[in-house]
């Protein structure tokens, strides 16, 4: 079994390695000078790389392929710092699946956890020809293994050579590894790809740029997120894709509402309605979404029902989901639909154009200051009108406002203290966690009686609408206990140390 690994690729022509006869003999007479080289025979391997969309295991530190022989297929996972791959055997996977399809083993142990809900999608695809050699030392042993990996196409990834030592003889594969350097060969990191666009809209401007080019930037890269999300909420490859879609949306709307005095008069009258529509057309299916996830901890609730009580609710949900997702996928293949994004690409570029003369807001500082202080006194203002009898539709609409001070935070963080920003997202995100708590325990203890009606109208069976009623308890409960929490986590959000640091924020000193 090996102990570690070290790949290596040409520094300048990307063939070099074993293309042609010449090359191979190249890499075996280097290698001649210290070892005896066993050449084995060359090999068509397919070979897809997995990964999730934001790339989760590469995050990991890991690599997972299914890779296809002519003996069969197999799933290869390999660790960070060179550690010893792990191979198993598999039948007919196909991708994208989460990774409860994988076996049962030391893959699925490995892979599952970093995954969580997000599904195994193809990050690259190639088919490749290898050829492994074994290097004996003068006794005979087998002490290396070196593995000469080529492209069949041009477009794929350069010629690799892969260095394995067995157990015990490192210093053996450290010294193959500088016979291959002499011939040009370099380290190379493992599972380059494009990654989904995340970087920070506004990175590379200053408090003095022009208000619209730093809007235009970040409405740009909301864009950009929902197109890359798009294709995966349309083959409902993960439930990930359509929120990462709905979070795009959210921070266009929450943009457009804090720049207003920065903007044209259409984005309100116009647009700010459009992104409203289409935020509320994807709303019922990540409702449903949510609901489905979280029935595993649902069933862990239950104490007078038997879990298996809820099944007739998860198939429920299941039916109620597959309606609404036709309709939203319907909406989002509609021409309509097309019509809005490329007006939309449209209007942006416009926004470029717009003379800041025009805008009462003509710099981003200016407007980051603005949105900030604006966004941070509604917050106040409103969380401290909230009393022990104010109704759930206050905490609702706190909580709205809670949102709109966080993507003010986020849009603007390029250009203001990154140390003070920070303190003020974490005293935030307490706040925005007991509302959140609180609203969904609202919002959930309404649908679970809204789906109990119309399971009850289908003939359902008493055990179900028993445990529906449990859940329905334990949901009153977790909203009085957010309730309760509200208070001392406003206090924290509202204390003097806090509001001088958002004051700071929002350009007063």
């Known amino acids: 079994m090996t102990s570690a690994t070290r790949t290596l690729q040409a520094a300048s022509d990307p063939r070099l390695g074993f293309g042609l006869g010449l090359e191979l003999e190249a890499i075996v007479a280097a290698l001649s000078t210290q070892y005896t080289v066993v050449t084995g025979p060359k090999q068509f391997v397919r070979r897809a790389r997995l990964d999730t969309f934001d790339r989760r ?17 197999r799933l290869v996972l390999r660790g960070p710092g060179g550690a010893s791959p792990v191979a198993v ?11 409860e399809v994988l076996p049962t083993g030391p893959v699925r142990e490995a892979i599952a956890p970093v995954t969580g809900i997000r599904a195994l999608t193809v990050a690259s695809d190639e088919r490749r020809r290898v050829r492994l050699l074994e290097l004996h030392n003068e006794d005979g042993k087998t002490v290396v293994r070196v593995e000469l990996d080529e492209p069949v196409s041009a477009a794929a990834a350069p010629a690799q050579v892969t260095v394995r030592a067995l157990r015990g003889y490192d210093d053996q594969a450290r010294r193959a590894g500088r016979l291959l350097d002499n011939l040009g060969f370099h380290g190379v990191e493992q599972g380059e790809d494009r990654e989904p666009s995340s970087a920070a809209p506004t990175a590379g401007l200053d408090r003095a740029a022009p208000a619209n ?6 409405l740009s890269q909301f864009l950009a997120t929902m197109r890359e999300n798009l294709p995966g909420l349309l083959d409902d490859v993960d439930t990930e894709f359509l929120h990462d879609f709905r979070v795009a949306v959210r921070r266009t709307r929450a943009t457009l509402k804090l720049a207003r005095p920065a903007l044209p008069e259409v984005m309100r009258s116009r ?29 862990g609730w239950l104490v007078a029902a038997d879990p298996a009580d809820l099944e ?19 909406r989002l293949r509609s021409v309509s639909f097309e ?27 200016q407007l980051a ?42 849009v603007f963080a390029p250009l203001i203290d990154s140390a003070a920003r920070r303190r003020a997202v974490a005293d935030l995100k307490g706040l925005q966690d007991v509302l959140g708590r609180f609203q969904d325990s609202e919002v959930q203890r309404q649908a679970l009686r ?8 289908a003939g359902t069976p008493a055990g179900a609408m028993l445990a529906m009623g449990e859940l329905i308890g334990h949901l009153d409960a977790e909203q009085d206990r957010a309730r309760r929490e509200f208070d001392v986590a406003f206090a924290r959000f509202a204390r003097p140390s806090s509001l001088q640091m958002m004051h700071r924020l929002g350009g007063r000193r």
């Open 213 to 218: 080019l730093l809007l235009t930037r970040a």
């Open 339 to 365: 019509r809005l994004v490329t007006r939309w690409e449209e209007e942006l570029a416009r926004l470029v154009d717009t003379p800041e003369a025009d805008q009462e807001f003509q710099s981003a500082g």
């Open 312 to 330: 007739p609710l998860a198939t429920h949900l299941r039916r109620r989901r597959a309606v609404e997702r036709r309709t939203l996928v319907r």
């Open 89 to 99: 055997p598999v039948t007919g996977l196909h991708w994208p699946a989460l990774a």
């Open 369 to 410: 200051d603005r949105s900030i202080s604006r966004a941070y006194r509604r917050v106040a203002r409103e969380g401290a009108l909230i009393g022990a009898d104010s109704p759930a539709g206050d905490l609702h609409r706190l909580r709205k406002r809670c949102k709109e001070l966080r993507y003010a935070l986020e």
């Open 271 to 299: 647009w700010e309605p459009a992104f409203k529509g289409l935020g509320d057309t994807t709303t019922p299916v990540r409702d449903l979404d949510v609901y489905e996830l979280d029935l595993p901890t649902m069933r």
């Open 57 to 73: 295991l590469r995050e990991a530190g890991l690599t997972l392929e299914h890779q296809i022989v002519a003996t069969g297929e």
């Open 450 to 457: 809204g789906f109990a009606e119309e399971m009850m109208a």
